[in-house]
């Protein structure tokens, strides 16, 4: 079954602080992972997109990482502001002729920025 | 705005009345997807649309959810005789082929 485990659920950090977000899935044949930031209210929107040849990419202070052995991948935000607080949903696409979307999402890691 | 858009952006509804939904996406897009999304989960796949073609429906489509895209541009979700269950945002994505879904800002239901 297709599946994708975000960890932790939810996640209370100090504004300035770094974290990481972690992505378990188990979709095959794998395409590609994206990380989407999804305001209160508002629909998600794509921060970085992670295909099998790529270990890393940033994206001003988020870098994701991608391990497609292990079929893991990270989020990383540094140095963290007020307006990053969101649920942050992991995406994982699979290769086409499996299903309508091919994708399948995960149930986000809400994050929370203190002052 | 050349963004995918969704209208309205808030509906409050009773028990059993119908609800429509709809759904612009960026004009070069093919594919446009539906999707459900409750509190604290991420987004759950409805239903797709290639150009005009409804080429798939989840199970979670009951009878009572039907969409169309009749000229393979705009699209409309209605929902009839809502129940308190439905509550939920409704998302729209689109996409060409298989290149990076957009979503709109969703419509935010809340039956009471």
């Known amino acids: 079954k297709n599946q994708v485990e975000q960890s932790p659920q939810s996640l209370i950090i100090l504004e300035g602080k770094n974290c990481t977000l972690q992505?378990?899935?188990?979709?095959?044949?794998?395409?590609?992972l994206r990380w989407y930031k999804q305001d209160t209210g508002r629909g998600p929107v794509s921060l970085t997109i992670?295909?099998?040849?790529?270990n890393t990419k940033s994206n001003g202070r988020y870098t994701a990482t991608l391990d497609a052995d292990t079929k893991q991948s990270s989020l990383h935000i540094t140095a963290s502001q007020l307006s990053d607080s969101a649920s942050y949903i992991c995406v994982v696409r699979r290769e086409s002729g499996g299903g309508a979307d091919g994708l399948t999402f995960g149930k986000g890691t809400h994050l929370i920025i203190q002052p | 705005d050349t963004g995918v858009s969704q209208d309205p952006r808030h509906k409050i509804t009773k028990r059993g009345q119908n609800v429509t939904f709809r759904c612009d996406p960026i004009s070069e897009h093919n594919r446009l997807y539906w999707y459900r999304q409750t509190l604290g989960q991420g987004p759950e796949f409805l239903t797709y649309f290639q150009n005009e073609a409804q080429l798939e429906k989840s199970r979670l489509l009951s009878d009572r959810f039907s969409a169309e895209r009749p000229k393979g541009s705009f699209s409309t979700l209605e929902i009839q005789r809502t129940e308190q269950g439905d509550s939920a945002m409704y998302l729209c994505?689109?996409?060409?082929?298989?290149?990076?879904?957009?979503f709109g800002q969703g419509t935010r239901l809340t039956v009471v």
């Open positions: 992505c378990n899935y188990t979709v095959s044949p794998f395409s590609n």
């Open positions: 994505a689109s996409s060409y082929k298989d290149t990076e879904a957009f």
């Open positions: 992670m295909t099998f040849s790529e």
